[in-house]
């Protein structure tokens, strides 16, 4: 596993799969100091992570939004589960004790009803 240092350009996580190559991709957004910086950490951390996508190769690449609560609403809410199923984007929701969600296009999909 690899993670980005505080001043590294690139994504924030990255992972392979052991047996084979499946790479998963990160962005990760922190708390926001006021209610107003949820929408724009929302926003950011999806621009960044669609800078990062690789459609070359042969390795296949999963891509994660790793926000924390209210970012995570949003991004529940905002993203077409549609555009989620075809970029294989994942929504990480990250609570104060450190505990993940993870929601897959279906389960936005079921959100967005």
Request: aromatic share 14%; with cysteine.
């Amino acid at each position: 596993m690899q993670f980005g240092g505080l001043r590294e350009k690139g994504v924030d996580i990255k992972v392979r799969h052991n047996r084979y190559s499946r790479y998963f991709l990160v962005e990760c957004k922190g708390e926001g100091s006021r209610p107003q910086m949820d929408e724009n950490y929302f926003v950011y951390s999806l621009g960044q992570i669609i800078n990062r996508m690789n459609t070359t190769g042969k390795t296949k690449y999963y891509y994660g939004l790793g926000l924390h609560g209210m970012s995570a609403k949003i991004a529940l809410r905002r993203l077409p589960w549609q555009v989620a199923k075809k970029l294989l984007l994942y929504i990480f929701s990250v609570n104060n004790k450190g505990n993940v969600k993870k929601y897959a296009w279906q389960d936005l999909k079921k959100y967005q009803k």
